[in-house]
């Protein structure tokens, strides 16, 4: 499904830059924190806008809830003082308001607001008639839904100048991120959507500061448009998100050492090299589609015999028995298990459905 969305060209709003690095402390603590980082994040020369937090939402109350309204001058004369444009958070239409008197440059929707369709809302009625470009998180929960309906209200009041924002979903299981990136979702959202800039946040994906330039590099080899990397100028003493923000300089490597790929080669032996190999795997894919289409013709027919036989379509052992032999399989030819599995488990549903059609035809 294509989205219907009427989006300003980002070469004309937003910094030319590959990537865009958006770059600042999660929040504005100080005006002196907020200006030190602001000069020493500028000097990689890497970083186009300069981000700070103003209202934080924070899981548990008693938690330091962003300096407010007050700490809106100290961000624009920081950005000012390095001549750059500067962003924040907003939540509800006074954080608008606030904003807009301040001079803010660009907005972004936080995770915990896209959820809420009464709150987004707010904020778009607030934005009516205003020219400003606008960020929108995805939304804590995988549900891509919610992530493209903020992106329609906001582009509805006449935001043209808009963006996405990849933080990654929390997750109930335990996992090496703080918020799994579940990378397909943004895919699925460029999908719907080609012209809309996709940024990364890898400081809230990873919540360590140490898989940060690992998340980075692999949100610069999906293609995305840039980066919002969280950098305090003392990290250790940051009032929030403290394990994950970097300092100035370790901010510099991680830009430094990014390796910034090409959307397409000139090269004709790479183009031909290219084409040889993809048409293998469009005989390949065909191969597949046709091995699935005769697997299932015999789920039908053990469908049909369970039903003459009245026996349940699920059979525990015989998919135990599956899972394991085809994941040893699965491991001689250096496959992932996980890999497997995952595929295993596609086609078993599918093979329920159908035995349940079969079931329910006779
Ligand atoms: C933030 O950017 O500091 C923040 C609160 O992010 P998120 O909305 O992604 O949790
Ligand atoms: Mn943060």
């Not at 006074?94 to 907005?107: F, G, P, R």
């Not at 990397?229 to 998100?241: K, M, Q, T, Y």
């Not at 397409?264 to 790479?270: A, G, K, L, Q, T």
Request: charged share 25%; with cysteine.
């Amino acid at each position: 499904m294509r989205l219907n969305l009427n989006i300003e060209n980002p070469d004309n709003w937003l910094p030319k830059k590959n990537p865009i690095i958006i770059s600042g402390p999660c929040s504005v603590e100080s005006e002196e924190q907020v200006l030190q980082t602001a000069l020493e994040v500028s000097k990689s020369n890497k970083v186009s806008i300069l981000r700070g937090g103003i209202w934080k939402p924070r899981t548990r109350p008693n938690s330091f809830e962003g300096v407010g309204e007050e700490g809106l001058p100290w961000l624009k004369q920081a950005g000012k003082a390095v001549g750059l444009p500067v962003a924040t958070e907003v939540a509800n239409a006074d954080h608008v308001e606030a904003c807009l008197k301040n001079n803010i440059d660009m907005l972004w929707i936080g995770a915990r607001t896209t959820v809420n369709p009464f709150s987004v809302q707010e904020i778009a009625d607030a934005l009516k008639g205003v020219d400003i470009p606008v960020f929108v998180k995805n939304p804590i929960t995988p549900d891509i839904n919610l992530w493209v309906g903020a992106l329609e209200r906001i582009n509805a009041v006449g935001i043209k100048k808009l963006g996405a924002i990849h933080r990654g979903f929390s997750s109930f299981d335990k996992s090496s991120y703080r918020n799994t990136p579940m990378w397909e979702i943004p895919i699925e959202l460029k999908l719907m959507c080609p012209q809309i800039p996709m940024i990364c946040d890898p400081s809230h994906i990873a919540g360590d500061k140490e898989l940060i330039p690992y998340v980075s590099q692999k949100a610069i080899d999906l293609d995305m448009e840039g980066l919002m990397i969280e950098s305090h100028i003392n990290p250790l003493v940051a009032r929030s998100d403290a394990k994950q923000q970097v300092a100035p300089l370790e901010l510099g490597k991680i830009l430094h050492d990014l390796i910034i790929r090409e959307k397409h080669s000139e090269s004709e032996e790479f183009i031909n090299k290219l084409e040889q190999l993809r048409s293998i795997i469009d005989e390949l894919d065909e191969e597949l589609i046709n091995k699935f289409s005769s697997r299932m013709s015999i789920i039908q027919k053990i469908g049909e015999y369970k039903h003459e036989n009245n026996v349940t379509i699920l059979q525990l052992e015989r998919w135990e028995q599956i899972l394991k032999n085809r994941s040893f399989l699965a491991d001689k030819v250096g496959l992932s298990d996980d890999f497997i599995k995952k595929m295993l488990e596609l086609v078993h549903q599918e093979s329920i459905r159908v035995q349940t059609q079969v079931m329910n035809q006779k």
